[in-house]
């Protein structure tokens, strides 16, 4: 029989685990206080413990350090009623196996533990080898969703090791922030953090921001210039949109990667950098691979750790926190002048798809509270940015879906009967270039406002005018 440890101030939680565990054949010991823990494992042979994260007299993250600072090696499940970034990630890192939050699922719970055993029992097992979380900067990850919970376990798990990142999400999920607190959390917390948007420098001086140049080495160059992986030595470098990095430098940073060693632009001195890599981007780099475009060994030595942050229409149970962190973020910015959030304007904000992610979720807040004319924010004063003014109501959100539903019944029709065989491309691709089309014309030309109208960054839609030709 397996046993199971479970230790909780809360006496139905105590007695609620403890009556569903033992029917499924486990044997239970419970306590109430963390300090009798060690030496109830001194004399009972455990194989998991549940473990709440605030008991009266220790809490959980400073028992754990104590299990890891007396070598007892069992697999613990934190319990926590605060599922925030911070505990996830502290929790992981001090060696849980996994956690749950109040209220949780005994089926959940279960299935954890069943894991957590398996994993246990391959621990013990010998090995032989043949011979052969509140960043610096003000802003934070918010999220309880399952989705963010299971990022905060990777960030938790991966932090303290030096292993290279690969973080993937659409444009605005927070890529960035997921970065700083994998550096906040890591042994180079106290070095430098140094971050490149590989999308946003032009080649030639892109090789020169990471590496650096020498005096005279190109025009311009007046003096010795050290790049960011000089820079950052001993700390962490964060290649923002890795996949629109030219092939040139790819294979310089895969240099640096296996060797630790680079060279200054028109310089011949080798020179060595201890610097940790994670890298975000939004783009398909397996289809770039393909394509020629990314190179198939700098991508693997890239993606030892993937984590994929996932988009808001994903985790749509976060919009409610995300919405209040953003006000009161940006409502004591302005002054306070807005003090309230009607609850008209979660409803709105719940029923709108996001295509800009989180980003736009605080645009949006921050532009609602611009619009606010007195102390309330209502939803009248939410405008989305793919949205004219005046047109978010659902009523004209019904009536274009039924609409384009229509308009698309009828050119399929047609495609079908000439015998196309690729209707869908062909769809898709028309109503796609006529939006483009009309979009621009409706904004004069103007890129940035036609970009902005559709809520799309202004470098997709420079990708679709040159894809469509226009």
Same mark, same amino acid.
């Given at each position: 029989?397996?046993?199971?440890?479970?230790?909780?101030?809360?006496?139905?939680?105590?007695?609620?685990?403890?009556?569903?565990?033992?029917?499924?054949?486990?044997?239970?010991?419970?306590?109430?206080?963390?300090?009798?823990?060690?030496?109830?494992?001194?004399?009972?042979?455990?194989?998991?413990?549940?473990?709440?994260?605030?008991?009266?007299?220790?809490?959980?993250?400073?028992?754990?350090?104590?299990?890891?600072?007396?070598?007892?090696?069992?697999?613990?499940?934190?319990?926590?009623?605060?599922?925030?970034?911070?505990?996830?990630?502290?929790?992981?890192?001090?060696?849980?196996?996994?956690?749950?939050?109040?209220?949780?699922?005994?089926?959940?719970?279960?299935?954890?533990?069943?894991?957590?055993?398996?994993?246990?029992?391959?621990?013990?097992?010998?090995?032989?080898?043949?011979?052969?979380?509140?960043? $610096? +900067?003000?802003? &934070?990850? *918010?999220?309880?969703?399952? #989705?963010?919970? %299971?990022?905060?376990?990777?960030? @938790? =798990?991966?932090?303290?090791?030096?292993?290279?990142?690969?973080?993937?999400?659409?444009?605005?999920?927070?890529?960035?922030?997921?970065?700083?607190?994998?550096?906040?959390?890591?042994?180079?917390?106290?070095?430098?953090?140094?971050?490149?948007?590989?999308?946003?420098?032009?080649?030639?001086?892109?090789?020169?921001?990471?590496?650096?140049?020498?005096?005279?080495?190109?025009?311009?160059?007046?003096?010795?210039?050290?790049?960011?992986?000089?820079?950052?030595?001993?700390?962490?470098?964060?290649?923002?949109?890795?996949?629109?990095?030219?092939?040139?430098?790819?294979?310089?940073?895969?240099?640096?990667?296996?060797?630790?060693?680079?060279?200054?632009?028109?310089?011949?001195?080798?020179? $060595? +950098?201890?610097? &940790?890599? *994670?890298?975000?981007?939004? #783009?398909?780099? %397996?289809?770039?691979?393909?394509? @020629? =475009?990314?190179?198939?060994?700098?991508?693997?030595?890239?993606?030892?750790?993937?984590?994929?942050?996932?988009?808001?229409?994903?985790?749509?149970?976060?919009?409610?926190?995300?919405?209040?962190?953003?006000?009161?973020?940006?409502?004591?910015?302005?002054?306070?002048?807005?003090?309230?959030?009607?609850?008209?304007?979660?409803?709105?904000?719940?029923?709108?798809?996001?295509?800009?992610?989180?980003?736009?979720?605080?645009?949006?807040?921050?532009?609602?509270?611009?619009?606010?004319?007195?102390?309330?924010?209502?939803?009248?004063?939410?405008?989305?940015?793919?949205?004219?003014?005046?047109?978010?109501?659902?009523?004209?959100?019904?009536?274009?879906?039924?609409?384009?539903?229509?308009?698309?019944?009828?050119?399929?029709?047609?495609?079908?009967?000439?015998?196309?065989?690729?209707?869908?491309?062909?769809?898709?691709?028309?109503?796609?270039?006529?939006?483009?089309?009309?979009?621009?014309?409706?904004?004069?030309?103007?890129?940035?406002?036609?970009?902005?109208?559709?809520?799309?960054?202004?470098?997709?839609?420079?990708?679709?005018?040159?894809?469509?030709?226009?």
């Amino acid at each position: 029989m397996k046993q199971l440890l479970i230790v909780d101030d809360d006496p139905f939680i105590l007695r609620s685990l403890k009556r569903a565990l033992s029917s499924s054949g486990y044997g239970v010991e419970c306590l109430d206080r963390g300090e009798e823990v060690l030496s109830v494992l001194g004399s009972l042979d455990v194989d998991l413990m549940l473990l709440d994260n605030r008991l009266p007299d220790i809490s959980g993250l400073d028992l754990l350090k104590k299990l890891e600072e007396r070598g007892i090696r069992i697999p613990v499940v934190m319990i926590t009623a605060y599922g925030t970034e911070d505990t996830a990630i502290e929790a992981m890192k001090k060696g849980a196996y996994d956690y749950v939050i109040k209220p949780f699922d005994l089926d959940e719970i279960e299935e954890i533990i069943r894991k957590g055993i398996d994993t246990y029992r391959l621990m013990k097992k010998e090995v032989s080898f043949e011979d052969a979380f509140e960043e $610096k +900067s003000g802003e &934070r990850i *918010i999220g309880r969703s399952r #989705k963010m919970q %299971e990022v905060y376990k990777i960030i @938790g =798990q991966v932090a303290e090791t030096d292993f290279t990142v690969v973080i993937r999400g659409e444009s605005g999920t927070g890529k960035e922030l997921v970065a700083r607190s994998i550096h906040q959390h890591s042994r180079r917390n106290k070095m430098p953090l140094l971050a490149v948007n590989c999308a946003a420098i032009p080649e030639a001086l892109l090789e020169s921001e990471l590496f650096g140049h020498e005096k005279g080495a190109f025009t311009g160059a007046s003096k010795r210039r050290p790049g960011k992986f000089e820079q950052c030595h001993g700390g962490t470098l964060f290649l923002d949109e890795i996949g629109d990095m030219p092939l040139s430098i790819q294979s310089k940073v895969l240099r640096i990667l296996q060797n630790g060693e680079f060279q200054r632009v028109g310089g011949h001195e080798k020179i $060595k +950098s201890d610097v &940790r890599v *994670i890298a975000a981007t939004n #783009k398909p780099l %397996e289809e770039f691979m393909r394509t @020629g =475009q990314f190179r198939e060994d700098l991508y693997y030595r890239l993606d030892t750790v993937t984590i994929r942050l996932p988009a808001l229409r994903e985790r749509e149970a976060d919009i409610p926190l995300l919405a209040d962190f953003f006000f009161a973020r940006f409502s004591q910015k302005s002054g306070g002048r807005v003090r309230l959030m009607d609850p008209s304007v979660m409803k709105k904000l719940e029923r709108y798809h996001w295509p800009g992610n989180v980003r736009e979720l605080a645009n949006t807040i921050q532009r609602g509270l611009v619009l606010a004319k007195g102390e309330v924010l209502t939803d009248e004063h939410i405008r989305f940015s793919a949205e004219e003014p005046g047109d978010a109501s659902p009523e004209s959100s019904g009536n274009l879906d039924e609409g384009m539903e229509r308009l698309l019944v009828n050119c399929l029709k047609t495609e079908l009967q000439s015998g196309s065989l690729h209707p869908y491309e062909r769809i898709m691709g028309a109503v796609e270039k006529a939006m483009l089309r009309i979009a621009l014309e409706t904004q004069g030309g103007n890129q940035v406002h036609t970009a902005r109208s559709l809520g799309i960054s202004r470098n997709t839609l420079r990708k679709k005018m040159k894809y469509y030709r226009m």
